[in-house]
């Protein structure tokens, strides 16, 4: 893909698990990438891994903030000139406890970012993606397995997750007159860090502990990476991509 060709994404929580497989992937398909995320450190690391340093822009951002939102985007514009995707895949969980036991203010937070933060950014990349020539674009939310069913105590995470599938649908509705396709990957059981505590048990829906099989979280970079690259005339509305064996459909 030369200079005047390469398309442009933004990948927020680039720099840890299923963003930075994301990222990494679309780095090695000739995408420029906007690397976003709380910490420079691990953006840094991901943007070592294209020879052109040019192919890479380190934007440090809390995506529950939406100044820092519309700053990200702005980067990304005055580096690259354009946006045609953005993978809106930043978020965060809360520890498994009962409902009444689930301090507020950690609700709060798991709101902020995996609902308003996701909001913030689509409508950072709607006002971009509306503003450029050629007008539209792309964009992927991570809405996770839990967009579909939720694990025991997970009232918060499971909560934003569903919300998310609002989003999609009515943001895919809504990018029509302007060329936007929105679409949604829900991920189960990648070999993330936080992850693999999975592999040593964790709390089925009867009650008991139990392990669960994992999938290459390369695999999700490639999904998102098929997902991009679709011609803007067509979208996949959501993809779900899973460890084959972990517990989902039918009864476990």
Sequence with gaps: MTEKTRKIAVVTGAGTGIGRAAALALMKDGWSVVLAGRRAQPLQEVASHVADAGQALVVPTDVADPVAVKALFDAAVAQFGRVDMLFNNAGRGAPAVPIDELPVETWQDVVNVNLNGMFYCLQQA??????????????????????HAPRP???????????????????????RKWNIAVGQIDVGNAGTELAMRMTQGVMQAHGEIAPEPLMDVDVVGQSVLYMANLPLECNVLFHTVMATKMPFVGRG
Excluded: C, E
């Excluded at 995470?157 to 809504?174: E, F, N, Q, R, S």
């Design 126 to 147: 709607f006002r971009v993606m509306r503003q450029q020539s050629p007008m539209g674009g792309r964009i992927i939310n991570n809405g996770s397995i839990s967009a």
């Design 153 to 175: 105590m997970s009232i918060a995470y499971t909560a934003t997750k569903h919300a998310v599938m609002g989003l999609t649908k009515t943001a895919a509705l809504d990018g």
